[in-house]
């Protein structure tokens, strides 16, 4: 795996390392609470971005067993992801798609069952990317349901600004 790459791993695992240790100051209580009826728990945010990566890791996996012909990452592939980064920083709300929304979080949780989950789950990420071809790297292998086709680069950058996006909602709704 490419030094860009694993850089781009180990800035979205420093900042899950910040939010957990952060997190460590709230009781079970207040991570559970929704800021309002319609809105997520932080706990259910934390599940949210933990369902949103694992999905992407397996269309990825399933799209490799087929052995896919797949077109090298270019110019287009950056354009729609600078949307997507732009979309992450601005206020503009959309309704997360229905495999990672409301009915797929639980209603309550524990910071450390959700930490060990999700800290698992960038092991084996980690684990999991080290071991692919260098080759695919270059490919649009990712598929983002609002910007279309990545390289395995934009699926992690696309991690760290959902994380981003998130964690300004996360650090609202623990707001006094």
Same mark, same amino acid.
């Given at each position: 795996?490419?030094?860009?790459?694993?850089? !781009?791993?180990? *800035?979205?695992?420093?900042? %899950?390392?910040?939010? +957990?240790?952060?997190?460590? @100051?709230?009781?079970?209580a207040? $991570?559970?609470?929704?800021?309002?009826?319609?809105?997520?728990?932080?706990?259910?945010?934390?599940?949210?971005?933990?369902?949103?990566?694992?999905l992407?890791?397996g269309?990825?996996?399933?799209?490799?067993?087929?052995?896919?012909?797949?077109?090298?990452?270019?110019?287009?592939?950056?354009?729609?992801? !600078?949307?997507? *980064?732009?979309?992450?920083? %601005?206020?503009?709300? +959309?309704?997360?798609?229905? @495999?990672?929304?409301?009915?797929? $979080?639980?209603?309550?949780?524990?910071l450390?069952?959700?930490?060990?989950?999700?800290?698992?789950?960038?092991?084996?990420?980690r684990?999991?990317?080290?071991?692919?071809?260098?080759?695919?790297?270059?490919?649009?292998?990712?598929?983002?349901?609002?910007?279309?086709?990545?390289?395995?680069y934009?699926?992690?950058?696309f991690?760290?600004?959902?994380?981003?996006?998130?964690?300004?909602?996360?650090?609202?709704?623990?707001?006094?």
């Open positions: 795996m490419k030094q860009k790459n694993v850089h !781009q791993l180990d *800035r979205v695992d420093t900042k %899950l390392q910040r939010l +957990l240790t952060d997190l460590q @100051a709230y009781s079970e207040e $991570l559970n609470r929704k800021p309002s009826p319609e809105s997520w728990s932080v706990l259910q945010i934390m599940h949210h971005l933990m369902l949103a990566e694992r992407s890791v269309y990825v996996r399933k799209k490799l067993s087929f052995n896919p012909t797949l077109p090298n990452a270019g110019l287009l592939t950056w354009f729609r992801l !600078q949307g997507l *980064r732009t979309y992450n920083w %601005l206020p503009v709300k +959309l309704k997360a798609p229905k @495999a990672v929304g409301k009915e797929n $979080l639980p209603d309550e949780s524990t450390a069952d959700a930490a060990r989950q999700w800290l698992a789950q960038r092991a084996e990420l684990t999991w990317l080290s071991a692919l071809p260098e080759e695919l790297f270059k490919k649009e292998l990712y598929k983002h349901p609002l910007a279309g086709r990545q390289s395995l934009g699926m992690l950058l991690f760290e600004g959902h994380f981003d996006r998130h964690l300004r909602q996360i650090q609202r709704s623990l707001r006094p």
